[in-house]
């Protein structure tokens, strides 16, 4: 049987600097309608062969699948425990958990690729054939086994197809959480298998507050600014907090302030920044789509004229940047596009 994964192999790329993992967070911020429907299929003692949480990154997907497998491994699937699967942190089962050294748990994600050692852009069907092990192992003292699959529209298809045979034949006491950022990529036979509970973004003054309490030194103005930037996912509000978010945005910003007469040298220094920066052309491609957004909202409340070509950029804006991203195509030429298409937009009247 192969070796289980420990921690500290798995590449952590879902920890924010500075804050506790998912399988450490015991509060789950926003979401008590989601978490009371689960509570009540998982104690009701009919729970299905496997959950799919949804919603997009970083607003508690995560939090949500620990909390459920710590209660299946304490108390399995009944009404012994708390009615909120609230699980106490000093249990032992919420240490090996959090720990990552519970038999009874396994993860599955994206791993690192052997011949480059960086982090692997699908999660394989290496990955996903670790299950016929688990579910072959003697249950331990509670009898469950729980498996989180995190995130699943990463499988590639010999993955997807893997993790369906899994779901079709289900151990007994054991329990498949499939999260997904985008669950309309899963095959639909996946989907159809999995009961599904949607998640939804946190209200922009419910991040606020969340931000006082995880980043106190944040200055009002910024936790303000974060949380509209955010998207409703505390996740990235925490990430842009540490991660020169604000000031990728006020480069946005800048780029649809100066469209109609842009700084092609300040254009090209942020390419070269961002080029360095993990993510960094990812995440200012949102925020330019969502600057540029905003902008065209007002002047629309304002009863602007001439919104159309601002409204098409937008839509070009978003696809050169997921284009970029998904083919990992050179980001440098992906700013001076976007600026170009939005001096061409600002040939007319600027925003």
């Given at each position: 049987?192969?070796?289980?994964?420990?921690?500290?192999?798995?590449?952590?790329?879902?920890?924010?600097?500075?804050?506790?993992?998912?399988?450490?967070?015991?509060?789950?911020?926003?979401?008590?309608?989601?978490?009371?429907?689960?509570?009540?299929?998982?104690?009701?003692?009919?729970?299905?062969?496997?959950?799919?949480?949804?919603?997009?990154?970083?607003?508690?997907?995560?939090?949500?699948?620990?909390?459920?497998?710590?209660?299946?491994?304490?108390?399995?699937?009944?009404?012994?425990?708390?009615?909120?699967?609230?699980?106490?942190?000093?249990?032992?089962?919420?240490?090996?958990?959090?720990?990552?050294?519970?038999?009874?748990?396994?993860?599955?994600?994206?791993?690192?690729?052997?011949?480059?050692?960086?982090?692997?852009?699908?999660?394989?069907?290496?990955?996903?054939?670790?299950?016929?092990?688990?579910?072959?192992?003697?249950?331990?003292?509670?009898?469950?086994?729980?498996?989180?699959?995190?995130?699943?529209?990463?499988?590639?298809?010999?993955?997807?197809?893997?993790?369906?045979?899994?779901?079709?034949?289900?151990?007994?006491?054991?329990?498949?959480?499939?999260?997904?950022?985008?669950?309309?990529?899963?095959?639909?036979?996946?989907?159809?298998?999995?009961?599904?509970?949607?998640?939804?973004?946190?209200?922009?003054?419910?991040?606020?507050?969340?931000?006082?309490?995880?980043?106190?030194?944040?200055?009002?103005?910024?936790?303000?600014?974060?949380?509209?930037?955010?998207?409703?996912?505390?996740?990235?509000?925490?990430?842009?907090?540490?991660?020169?978010?604000?000031?990728?945005?006020?480069?946005?910003?800048?780029?649809?302030?100066?469209?109609?007469?842009?700084?092609?040298?300040?254009?090209?220094?942020?390419?070269?920044?961002?080029?360095?920066?993990?993510?960094?052309?990812?995440?200012f491609g949102r925020f330019l789509v969502q600057a540029l957004t905003d902008r065209?909202?007002?002047?629309?409340?304002?009863?602007?004229?001439?919104?159309?070509?601002?409204?098409?950029?937008?839509?070009?804006?978003?696809?050169?940047?997921?284009?970029?991203?998904?083919?990992?195509?050179?980001?440098?030429?992906?700013?001076?596009?976007?600026?170009?298409?939005?001096?061409?937009?600002?040939?007319?009247?600027?925003?």
């Amino acid at each position: 049987m192969a070796r289980r994964a420990k921690t500290e192999d798995i590449p952590e790329t879902d920890r924010q600097e500075g804050q506790p993992h998912p399988r450490e967070t015991f509060a789950l911020i926003g979401q008590d309608v989601t978490l009371a429907r689960v509570a009540r299929a998982i104690r009701s003692g009919r729970v299905p062969q496997g959950l799919l949480l949804t919603g997009p990154p970083g607003i508690g997907k995560a939090t949500l699948a620990y909390r459920i497998a710590r209660y299946l491994l304490r108390y399995g699937a009944t009404a012994e425990g708390p009615a909120d699967l609230a699980v106490p942190p000093d249990d032992p089962v919420a240490l090996q958990v959090a720990a990552g050294a519970h038999p009874g748990l396994l993860l599955l994600k994206r791993g690192l690729n052997p011949d480059t050692g960086r982090l692997m852009t699908v999660l394989s069907v290496h990955e996903v054939r670790k299950l016929a092990g688990f579910f072959g192992m003697t249950s331990g003292a509670g009898g469950w086994r729980v498996v989180i699959v995190d995130t699943a529209d990463d499988m590639n298809d010999a993955a997807a197809n893997a993790q369906l045979k899994a779901l079709e034949e289900p151990p007994g006491r054991a329990m498949l959480i499939l999260l997904a950022n985008a669950p309309g990529r899963l095959l639909p036979t996946i989907r159809s298998r999995c009961q599904r509970f949607e998640l939804r973004p946190l209200g922009e003054d419910e991040l606020a507050r969340e931000l006082a309490a995880r980043a106190p030194d944040l200055q009002p103005e910024d936790r303000k600014a974060l949380a509209r930037l955010a998207g409703g996912s505390l996740g990235a509000a925490l990430a842009l907090s540490g991660e020169d978010g604000l000031a990728l945005a006020a480069e946005a910003e800048r780029l649809i302030g100066r469209a109609a007469a842009p700084d092609i040298a300040a254009t090209l220094a942020l390419a070269e920044k961002l080029a360095r920066m993990s993510e960094g052309v990812d995440r200012f491609g949102r925020f330019l789509v969502q600057a540029l957004t905003d902008r065209i909202h007002a002047r629309a409340r304002a009863g602007a004229p001439g919104l159309d070509r601002w409204a098409a950029l937008v839509e070009t804006l978003a696809r050169s940047f997921a284009r970029t991203g998904a083919l990992h195509l050179e980001p440098r030429q992906t700013i001076l596009s976007a600026a170009r298409a939005a001096a061409a937009a600002a040939r007319g009247r600027a925003l």
